[in-house]
């Protein structure tokens, strides 16, 4: 499913190029009056700008947004603005001056908005920062996040979604959904309940073998509860170690940023070594 799912973000995107390269090839041919700018040499250009920013999108996670790695990013893109810029003029597209900045600045503009688009709209990557979702997902997963599925429909049963912490919105969780609006959740010696009925969850784990009563903790045990319409009820696959609804309630729809479906880097920073082992076995697997 996760695979499918970066597939189908695939193909939309190249569905979204074909208008950019025609807005490109309007604005640069037309306005800019560029000769010998052709459909086809425009796709070119565009192509190249779509790899910068799907690079620009990629380091922005390996580098974790530090603000050095913003600084080298914009660097990196603006290198390769001027490389594409050059290899536009090498094609005899631009003669004058103005005519190159103006190519210029529309690579690069066009770069960037492709970038933001892509975080924004379509996937965003995720680094996993705590065990509440192991065995699952582990620290050092790097996790595509997609965005567009939700654009339309609602998040399930299942799903492992990522969104703003109730709380706190200014922090990100990652959780999976138990139940639905409209439905009743239960716990019952550590066992969930939804409409009455325990449900199936081969990933949960549990590492602590107390059973703590409803007076003590609502994490083994908790009272009936039915989940608002427009909202979500999420627990961590670690149960024994996870911070979630059973403690500070429901997630809200509009709360809820996309769905993680596949993990596209893991790496061991657990181990007091010098190195870090990159997991290759966690690498591709989808959620």
């Not at 009056?33 to 250009?45: C, E, G, H, M």
């Not at 594409?84 to 066009?110: D, E, P, Q």
């Amino acid at each position: 499913m996760g695979k499918m799912l970066l597939i189908f973000s695939l193909l939309a995107f190249v569905l979204i190029l074909v208008p950019f390269t025609s807005l490109f090839w309007v604005l640069c041919g037309k306005l800019y009056k560029i000769p010998n700018l052709t459909f086809s040499r425009a796709l070119k250009i565009i192509i190249v700008t779509t790899i910068v920013s799907l690079i620009f999108n990629f380091l922005d996670l390996v580098l974790e947004r530090s603000g050095a790695g913003h600084i080298f990013i914009h660097f990196f893109i603006s290198i390769a603005g001027i490389a594409t810029v050059v290899w536009v003029m090498k094609k005899g597209f631009a003669t004058t001056l103005f005519k190159t900045i103006a190519l210029y600045i529309s690579t690069i503009g066009l770069a960037l908005c492709l970038a933001l688009f892509i975080k924004s709209y379509m996937i965003q990557a995720f680094r996993v920062p705590a065990e509440s979702m192991a065995e699952t997902i582990r620290i050092g997963d790097h996790i595509l996040v997609h965005k567009f599925l939700y654009g339309s429909g609602a998040p399930g049963s299942g799903d492992i979604v990522v969104f703003a912490y109730p709380e706190d919105p200014s922090k990100t969780y990652l959780k999976r959904i138990v139940g639905v609006g409209g439905e009743t959740v239960e716990i019952k010696n550590k066992n969930v309940l939804i409409n009455g009925k325990q449900i199936n969850e081969p990933y949960v784990i549990h590492k602590d073998e107390r059973v703590l009563s409803a007076d003590i903790s609502t994490r083994d045990n908790m009272a009936l509860v039915k989940i608002p319409e427009d909202a979500f009820f999420v627990m961590g696959d670690h149960r024994d170690n996870s911070h979630d609804s059973r403690f500070w309630g429901f997630v809200q729809r509009d709360a809820v940023a996309g769905k993680a479906f596949i993990i596209y880097w893991s790496q061991d920073k657990t181990r007091d070594q010098s190195g870090s082992d990159v997991r290759w076995n966690r690498i591709g697997n989808a959620l």
